[in-house]
């Protein structure tokens, strides 16, 4: 079978890798593709936005399968114009039609989704700037620090951790009236700040059934000791040890089954991955985000544990026997660091010619992101970059190999953090 991968990422190419190990897909494309896929894929360059060019590759190559990794083209429905086209509609789609993806299209939706469902997390209150005097009234007597978070998609750096009213204020303004992130941000949802630590828990699910997949937590910040700027994610470790059978119960107890049977209450035709961004406060679960597909940085963490072949996964989907999958997991812990253009998650210069690829030892993964081939050489094209995957039998083992191989890899301006997994290492994997 010929495979489409819709997305230009880490988390596209190693979804790409996993699924060339598949004894069942003959060609793999990924649109548009990076430097990396393109050596062991076909990269396709087409406007994955524009879903007649879309479909025309898809007829023209015999694609029976296309994954999505991005979140924009699943919230502009992409899964809808396959289903409505009789060319189309017997290709097996992974990502959930639109509805579905305002889960995470809409963070307005999203946190009255898990109020109406009953599913722990923040409490909150949604301003557009007609209500601008309102929500400044309300900062004015909320506690800090406070979350603003810019209602639509914004690439990750939509959510502002405010410490002072002052700060929430000139996120406020940033967003309502100077329109920083766009549309984005024409609705802001202010919530209460959650004390605890973070953990992404991932499924495939058909809004009915469902397979849990490795968790993984990630780091947001650019500075060491979780510090600076939001970015798209510095790095990544699976497993997390905190997150143990007793949390993990109550993961699928009170939130898991809740979202499918929310799901299910709302008519939602859900068939893909979901990403559950989760804060562990006191041993208890809160939610604070849904994603409608696999997370980046955590995909290049996750996708290597899983021992078992990712298009058998995709088949059960599909066939509705998600209930009967027994997926398999390598036990070893994964750690991925991630190393990025000087600058970002603000100003940075692209071309820069990458050095120190070939060097990298072979029992460590390295994941293109933001990379392009230019006169024979790559160079990078983004501000994350390079996603370097290890693994190893303790987290430490698994960082000690992903250091060292970031050390090797170089560019002009390139920077990542060291630190990545400095709150979970001396933990043993069980």
């Known amino acids: 079978m010929n495979i489409l991968i819709i997305g230009s990422g880490g988390r596209e190419h190693a979804i790409a890798w996993k699924l060339k190990q598949s004894e069942y897909c003959d060609k793999v494309f990924v649109a548009p593709g990076n430097a990396g896929t393109s050596e062991f894929h076909t990269n396709a360059a087409i406007d994955i936005y524009n879903f007649e060019e879309v479909a025309k590759f898809v007829c023209d190559f015999n694609i029976m399968m296309v994954v999505v990794g991005p979140e924009n083209v699943l919230v502009e429905g992409i899964h809808d114009y396959f289903q409505n086209s009789e060319f189309l509609k017997h290709v097996l789609v992974v990502g959930p039609k639109k509805a579905g993806a305002m889960l995470e299209g809409s963070k307005e939706y999203c946190k009255a989704f898990l109020q109406k469902n009953n599913i722990p997390t923040a409490r909150y209150q949604t301003f557009t700037e007609a209500k601008y005097g309102e929500a400044v009234d309300y900062l004015r007597t909320h506690s800090y620090p406070a979350v603003l978070k810019a209602d639509g998609l914004a690439a990750g750096k939509g959510v502002i951790i405010a410490q002072t009213f002052e700060e929430a204020l000139d996120a406020l303004e940033d967003m309502l009236r100077n329109k920083k992130f766009g549309n984005a941000g024409s609705t802001v949802v202010i919530e209460e700040f959650l004390q605890g630590i973070e953990v992404s828990v991932f499924i495939l699910t058909d809004s009915k059934e469902y397979v849990m997949l490795p968790e993984a937590k990630d780091y947001k910040r650019i500075g060491e000791g979780d510090t600076g700027l939001n970015t798209g994610g510095m790095g990544a470790v699976s497993p997390v040890p905190f997150a143990d059978d007793v949390f ?28 559950i961004g989760l804060m562990n406060v006191n041993g208890e679960p809160y939610v604070i985000e849904y994603n409608v597909r696999l997370g980046d940085p955590e995909t290049e963490a996750i996708i290597p544990r899983i021992s078992s072949d990712l298009f058998e996964l995709f088949r059960a989907l599909h066939e509705h026997k998600l209930a ?22 603000e100003g940075y210069e692209n071309g820069k010619e990458i050095t120190g690829l070939d060097q990298v030892e072979s029992d460590v993964l390295v994941f293109h992101a933001g990379t392009k081939e230019l006169n024979g050489k790559v160079v990078n094209n983004g501000g994350r970059v390079i996603a370097i995957t290890a693994l190893g039998n303790t987290i430490e083992e698994a960082l000690a190999k992903a250091n060292k191989a970031a050390e090797t890899i170089n560019w002009k301006g390139r920077y990542y ?14």
């Open 248 to 275: 993990m119960q109550k993961v699928k107890e009170r939130v898991i089954m809740p979202t499918l049977q929310g799901m299910q209450n709302d008519n939602l035709d859900y068939s893909g991955f979901l990403f």
């Open 324 to 345: 009967d999958y027994k997926l398999e997991i390598d036990p070893r812990a994964a750690t991925t660091i991630f190393l990025v253009s000087g600058g970002y998650p």
């Open 417 to 430: 953090r060291h630190d990545i997994g400095f709150d979970l290492t001396q933990v043993s994997v069980k």
